[in-house]
């Protein structure tokens, strides 16, 4: 009798997911970044390249979770590092089918940088958003031209603003990542007040903050070793974390939920703001040995 196989979900390349989608299904769309430019970012500058997948085997990965999981799944999150750089069609039909399969489903998540979502345009954000696409995790890094220009995030304040709008008007909820420290020593004021302002612009549904820690095969990792670019100590990527929080004009979630993080920091603003603005005060009153030490990232 020829033995019967049992067919897996396909995955190529890291596995990189937010925090929050930790007990989500994850299903391949894409494969890589179609940027990979950003010059404090590992995740695919080893490989593997670009490629959407074909969508027959994305829905046959979809219904292979199906028969492993029933209808149990509530969230799906569908890597890899720029998944709504997907033409809208091909993205809409996978969601429409895992709304058909999983009718418990909550949420549809993807990555998704603001120069692909402002190719998009409002309409087909919207066609999106009607297709079960619930929620875009952007990394924005930082709202400062200057430091978006060198660290190559192919964006401008501009375009972030009006990407981000647009994702708000669709009724597609924005978690928006902000990078403490990727500014320097030099631009550290400018990065807070920039970013704050791109923020207060856009009023997300979350802020997530992460601390910049250099990372292997990366260009910026490089000029932290050659000196061209000095990293903030604890204290001052604290400083920094209050000159945003204390210029923010924003209704939302922000959380700190991730490991490169000196503190965590969780609330909603503005009700919470004075309660953070007190720990950050506290925080920046402990000695420099006490918090995490300085590590290059391997992952
Ligand atoms: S940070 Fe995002 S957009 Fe930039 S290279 Fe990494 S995965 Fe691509």
Known sequence: MPEKTVRQIRYQGPIYR?????????????VGCPHNKCTFCMVYKQGPPFKIRPVEQILEDLEVARNKYGES???????????????????????RQAGKLFPKLERITVYGSCQYIHRKGPRE???????????????????????????????????????????????????LYVLLGIGGR???????????????????DFIRLRTFVPKINTP??????????????PHQVLEETRAILEALDVNCRLTSDHYTNYIDLDGNLPEDLPLLLERLAAALRRPVGSFRPFFIGTQ
């Open 18 to 30: 937010p925090p929050s989608e930790a007990d989500s299904l994850l299903i391949q769309a894409t």
């Open 73 to 95: 799944v509530k969230r799906l999150f569908l890597p890899a590092g720029n998944t709504i750089a997907m033409p809208t069609d091909k993205l809409a039909v996978v969601c």
């Open 125 to 175: 954000l919207e066609a999106l958003s009607q297709s079960g696409l619930s929620r875009i995790h952007v990394g924005l890094e930082t709202g400062d031209d200057q430091i978006l220009k060198l660290i190559r995030k192919g964006t401008t304040s501009a375009q972030q603003i009006e990407a981000c709008r647009w994702v708000k008007a669709a009724g597609i909820q924005l978690s």
């Open 186 to 204: 030099q631009r550290s004021r400018n990065h807070a007040i920039q970013t704050a302002k791109v923020l207060n612009a856009i009023d997300p």
């Open 220 to 233: 910026l990792l490089e000029q932290v070793l050659d000196g061209s670019f000095q990293m903030l100590g």
